[in-house]
């Protein structure tokens, strides 16, 4: 069994900073790596930079106690974890692996033998073959599993995190784990790792099993949600309430359709099946038309706003668009976070910024400011947006809009929880 004095982190966002207090919290010395400044001093006051209930109490008790620190460059241990961002480029939706390989290159300055090394990264099949021939090429001094198997230097792993946004602290414990080692050494010795602060089981398989593993668990969901988007249209043009119907339908034992929404959105439901695509262009004709499905879904709510603002300037002839304000509850990707990755909704608010020719406002209560890419919109309350707003647009369920009102034929509403009034 391996012993685990020193861990090493890279990448300190929704998943690394999150895995980096939870080892910290078993007493262990742990160095959190990112390329940003500002996050890396924040986590050394001992304060958070996302929204995750009950990571602040977490670090700010790791970082006062001495087991976490955070820098920007690596430091030598004897496990190192890569959690960067694995987003894809242009439209041909290729995956971009330059911050795995980064990772690599950096880690490979302090690598010595006998440590491990985990791909947590969502990743297209391959990538943790990759970063292991990334490393081996910075360091010919030491041996890797693709050509030394057991007997490699260094223990080189894929175990992709399976957390839900909001419930990260509970399910990093209670989950269970896909461990994909490059050889069995490589997975022991992960399991090992995990075991300090994991309760689920740890399973092993291979590293490319692994990385599908996690692509296809969000390739399913994707497909769902495509079905469920692809219903809220159809019922639409037949006048047919999307939501009381998939209550009823869902009444059979073995269907269990989905909530439609604005699109997918995400770091992960929104990425991952393109890697799938990406490998298997050919056969992946399923998972290609559920993504093309859900990006399209916010060109539909636009045009649901344009309906919107069409039937109120009809109510109102003596106005036009210019006099229309707009207001849009949510811009994160799902509702009581503050993650905007991929987010349909700031898509949405951004394209009607470009489209409107009157005010646009934004009420999101997980974010204090709002990005550069809609730094023409006005971030206001629920109370300011209510005085002064002609048509409503419900883009994500926040719990503070759970109880909201607003006139039936001025709303535009994708999460079905609205109150309507007359």
């Known amino acids: 069994m391996v012993a685990f004095s020193k861990i090493c982190v890279i990448g300190l966002g929704y998943i690394g900073l999150p895995t980096t207090a939870m080892f910290a919290s078993r007493k262990i010395k742990v160095i959190g790596v990112d390329v940003n ?133 509970r399910e990093l414990v209670e989950n269970d784990r896909v461990i994909g080692g490059m050889t069995n050494a490589c997975s022991e010795a992960a399991i090992d790792l995990y075991k300090i602060f994991v309760l689920g089981e740890c399973v092993i398989t291979n590293a490319r099993t692994a990385e599908m593993a996690k692509l296809t668990e969000n390739s399913f969901r994707d497909v769902n949600i495509a079905f469920a988007n692809e219903l809220s249209m159809i019922c639409d043009e037949l006048d047919i309430n999307v939501w009381e119907l998939i209550a009823l339908a869902n009444r059979h034992p073995r269907v269990n359709i989905l909530q439609p929404g604005p699109g997918v959105g995400g770091h992960c439901i929104a990425v991952d099946p393109w890697f799938i695509v990406s490998k298997t262009p050919e056969l992946a004709n399923l998972i290609r038309t559920a993504r093309e499905v859900n990006d399209a879904n916010p060109d539909w709510v636009i045009k649901k706003v344009q309906a919107a603002v069409g039937a109120y300037l009809m109510d109102n002839p003596d106005k036009t668009a210019k006099d229309v304000t707009i207001a849009c509850y949510g811009l994160t990707f799902k509702a009581d976070i503050d993650d905007l990755r991929q987010s349909p909704a700031l898509e949405i608010v951004k394209e009607l910024t470009e489209r409107h020719s009157g005010n646009v406002l934004v009420i999101e209560p997980n974010i204090t400011e709002l990005p550069t890419c809609l730094e023409q919109v006005e971030l206001v309350s629920s109370d300011e947006a209510s005085k002064a707003v002609d048509i409503h647009v419900l883009l994500v369920a926040h719990k503070e809009f759970q109880f909201f009102e607003a006139p039936k034929c001025h709303l535009v509403d994708v999460t079905g929880s609205c109150l309507f009034v007359t």
């Not at 190192?80 to 290729?94: K, Y």
């Not at 490699?152 to 894929?158: E, F, N, T, V």
């Open 37 to 169: 400044e500002n996050t890396v001093k924040t986590i050394n006051r001992g304060e958070i930079h996302i929204v995750e209930p009950d990571l602040d109490i977490l670090v700010r008790s790791c970082v006062s106690e001495g087991y976490l620190k955070a820098t920007t460059t690596p430091e030598p241990a004897e496990a190192f974890l890569v959690a960067v961002p694995t987003p894809f480029m242009g439209d041909n939706h290729e995956p971009d692996l330059s911050y795995i390989e980064a990772a690599a290159n950096s880690i490979a300055k302090v690598l010595e033998k006998g440590n491990l090394v985990i791909l947590e990264s969502t990743s297209p099949v391959g990538a943790t073959e990759q970063m292991s021939d990334w490393l081996a090429k910075a360091r010919p001094d030491l041996t890797f599993p693709q050509t030394h198997g057991e007997a490699s230097d260094i223990r080189i792993a894929h175990c992709p995190e399976r957390v839900l946004p909001g419930h990260i602290m």
